[in-house]
């Protein structure tokens, strides 16, 4: 590791240029604000560089949560999560629920230990912290500083996100843990064991580890610790929640279509209400829950469930509880409604040809595939023409390893090279899902 660090009034000074820089980003459905901080050499201190990207849906007037997205461990997957704060499909459900988007990044080398930050009492809690009152400030939004925080952590993510648990458990509306979680490493005596509190089995949960890690092994003990810490939590009344992936192994697959509705259900039971004077997260009714057998497919009501409580999976309701079971079963979930439609579609004339311009939201259940571009009611293209992701579905945006777009970026533009003729044409856009459906066309452009 670097050991030479700067003064702390350079420190400063740095941190307050890169805030002021970042704060003034804008996209057309929202803002992206960027803090970094350079490692530092005091005891208990984070001693590397983290930087935290947010994204601030357009318009939100109080934000109501933190949806914090943690990469796992290694250069990939911090370099991975670079471009994660301009997801569209996360975004999508942080405009829902008037959350903030945060995509942290650690500066990891591969000669450092990711424990020097996935494990949060080295540092790392203090620095996420900080970042939420630097945001807070940057973003005009005193309340992001104080608004609860869902954790969605992969491998070292989930590691990290089971000690956040133990250190802030009021704070925590739910945690999903994708192959990764600290639990066995403290129960052999690995890391340091935390003190749980019983707020902690109050924290909705869900374990999603990839079948194929059971026998991998390299990444076995992401199996057997998420089993474990589901069966221990479970024994004790937590309302936690297995998820095997059948399709893959560490990489994070399409577990998203899961994840996404996981914490949309765990928002709606815990955010308190708009204007209530009591903004205390509410507590899971257990009765509520959809519960089904450790390792089957199928669940049911929790009054009507006869197996083994102390190793039911916990689900948060009906909705949730029949894509869980489409999930388990095939490492997808189906949707039947279609997309958004594309809005503001614009045609500018250029030497080049037509360029189209749109506006466009991620579909809630199934985010975007493609862009299928009309000329005079007419199909012209498909943008992109192969839409990529070797990890799950083909998506607008060419998924990671680790749940994050992949640089470059792709704009919600197409040019028609074909019209060059010189005649006025009409153009409409249409959004493609990653199930396959289609939305309404937008309107029609003016005719250029």
Known sequence: MNSKHKPPFLVAALVACLLTLFAAEASANGRYLEVTYPPSAQTGELSLGVTYRMWLPEGVKTVRGVIVHQHGCGVGSRKGAEPGAHDLHWQALCKKWGCALIMPSYHQEEKDNCRLWCDPRNG???????????????????????????????????????????????RIVAIWF??????????????????????????????NPGAKENSDKKFSAAWTGTLTMFKAYRAKGAPIGFAPDPRTAHETGDSRYLAIPFFDACLALRLPDKGSNDQSLKPIDQKQAWLAPLLGDAAQPAAKFSGNLADSVWLPGEAFAKFWSQYVKTGATEDTTPPPSPTNVKAIVKPEGVVLTWDAEADFESGLTAFLIERD?????????????????????????????????LDFQFTDTTATDGKQHEYRVVAVNSAGLKSAASNATPKP
């Open 377 to 409: 009611g007419r199909p012209l293209a498909q943008f992109p023409e192969k839409p990529q992701n070797k990890f799950g579905r083909p998506l607008f945006q060419n998924m990671s390893y680790g749940d994050t777009p992949v640089a470059p970026l």
């Open 178 to 207: 994708r192959s990764g979680t600290a639990f066995e490493y403290w129960e052999k005596g690995e890391v340091a064991k935390p003190e749980i509190p019983a707020a902690a089995m109050g924290i909705p949960m869900m374990c």
């Open 124 to 170: 790392s809690h203090q620095t996420f912290l900080k970042c939420l009152t630097d945001l807070a400030s940057q973003s005009g939004h005193p309340e992001l500083e104080r608004a609860p925080w869902c954790l969605w952590g992969h491998s070292g993510g989930g590691f990290w996100s089971s000690l956040m648990q133990t250190m802030y458990p009021e």
